[in-house]
């Protein structure tokens, strides 16, 4: 259940309550997508950098170890010892990215598996009951995520799609949830909204699954070409057709500027590989913009990656330690960075809840994102 505690303009202060506990938002989810953050992290480091909520992937997961697996192991929770709460995409976004290996039907899509080529099948039924058996908190709707740019016409037919596969992901759910051995009856279903970049295939789409009464609701389809002010205008122009009072929760986004401007526009959920993906490569981040540990001037650097954050990473090491890691490749010189950069993303997020509780969140945003582009003068890199 999510409870709207306060706003500023549009931006949203709230908490959302599950079976695995409540969450403070708006949120940052950190992505681990075959149950793991990619970059040596532990569950156990999650909790001691902030994080809220883990993001898994229903489509790796299904191809290994096998969701039958994860459930006889108890589920997703037990299995990598988490116990807040978890989010599985849906497996659509799979629809999108794999192009090249599926074929798009009404009943669902098939796919040659990106590691052994064997056949796949997933529709709305399957992906529920792949999400069922990894017994996540939240679990996504099975959606198209069209390419873009697409025509008029195919974005309005695969919206159309997407809303009856929706229907069936309700009817599936409320059927498995009722099973005597579903592991997690309470799991929630978020629906998805689509329409590329056309605003009113968007409102409309927003419109009628706003009628379904789901746990929440995602923007999808965005981040996948569009330009930065492209993205925020539709969701700028979405959001006032979602529920207030459920979650908005956009997929795939982004950098520290996305989030900023997304919170202004009425989103409190965000997921990203961001973090664990530059950090794997030596980029950190801090509040004057992204910094590259590779680079030679802070081969004799003492200080941390930025003085005052609390992360293990700033606590104890030093830049011209961890880039000695680095191209060293030491493995210890990726996790550090990691566990710096999700830290970053989580405290960020904190930074925003306090600043819209004091309905100061305009300055704030202001504030930051000029400070972002002090170091590298692109806030969007």
């Known amino acids: 259940m999510y409870e709207l505690l306060t706003t500023d303009g549009m931006a949203k202060r ?14 940052f989810m950190n992505v681990g997508t075959a149950a793991a953050i990619k970059g ?37 929770h037990k299995f990598m010892n988490w116990d807040r709460p978890i989010l599985t995409d849906s497996g659509g976004f ?15 899509v098939y796919f040659n598996s990106h590691i052994d080529g064997r056949k796949i099948f997933m529709g709305p039924e399957e992906s529920m009951q792949i999400q069922s058996n990894l017994a996540s908190t939240i679990a996504m709707a099975f959606d198209e995520c069209p390419p873009h ?10 919206v159309d799609r997407t809303t009856r596969w929706l229907r069936r992901c309700k009817a599936e759910m409320t059927r498995i949830n009722g099973l005597e051995d579903t592991i997690n009856k309470q799991q929630m279903l978020f629906g ?19 009628e379904l009464d789901l746990d929440g609701y995602a923007l999808g389809g965005l981040a996948v070409g569009e330009t930065h002010a492209e993205m925020y205008r539709i969701i700028e122009e979405t959001t006032p057709y979602l ?9 795939g ?6 989030i900023l401007e997304s919170v202004d526009r009425g989103v409190d959920f965000f997921d990203c590989v961001y973090p664990s993906r530059n950090g794997r490569h030596g980029h950190v981040y801090t509040h004057r913009g992204k910094i590259n540990l590779f680079n030679a001037q802070y081969e ?7 003085e005052g954050c609390g992360c293990p990473a700033c606590r104890n090491y030093s830049k011209a330690y961890i880039r000695h890691l680095l191209k060293a490749k030491e493995m210890l010189g990726m996790r550090l960075c990691v566990l710096h950069n999700l830290y970053f993303y989580n405290h960020l997020m904190e930074e925003i809840r306090t600043a819209i509780e004091e309905h100061r969140y305009s300055e704030f945003k202001r504030q930051t994102l000029y400070g972002l582009q002090e170091l590298d003068g692109d806030i969007y890199l």
């Open 300 to 306: 004799l650097d003492n200080e941390p990656i930025e």
């Open 94 to 108: 799979q629809v999108f990215s794999l192009a090249s290996l599926r074929k798009i039907k009404e009943e669902g």
């Open 40 to 76: 040596a992290v532990a569950t156990t480091d999650l909790r001691e950098i902030g994080t809220q909520v883990e993001l898994s992937n229903t489509y790796h997961l299904h191809v290994r170890p096998g969701d039958k697996v994860v459930k006889q192991m108890g589920g997703l």
């Open 149 to 158: 740019p697409a025509t008029r016409e195919y974005m309005q037919n695969s």
């Open 253 to 258: 986004v982004g950098t520290p500027a996305n």
């Open 243 to 251: 529920p207030k009072n459920k979650p908005t929760y956009l997929m």
């Open 192 to 210: 998805i909204n689509q329409g590329g970049t056309f605003d009113d295939i968007r409102i409309e789409h927003a419109k009628v699954i706003s």
């Open 14 to 27: 709230g908490t959302f309550h599950t079976v695995h506990g409540t969450v403070q938002t708006p949120l």
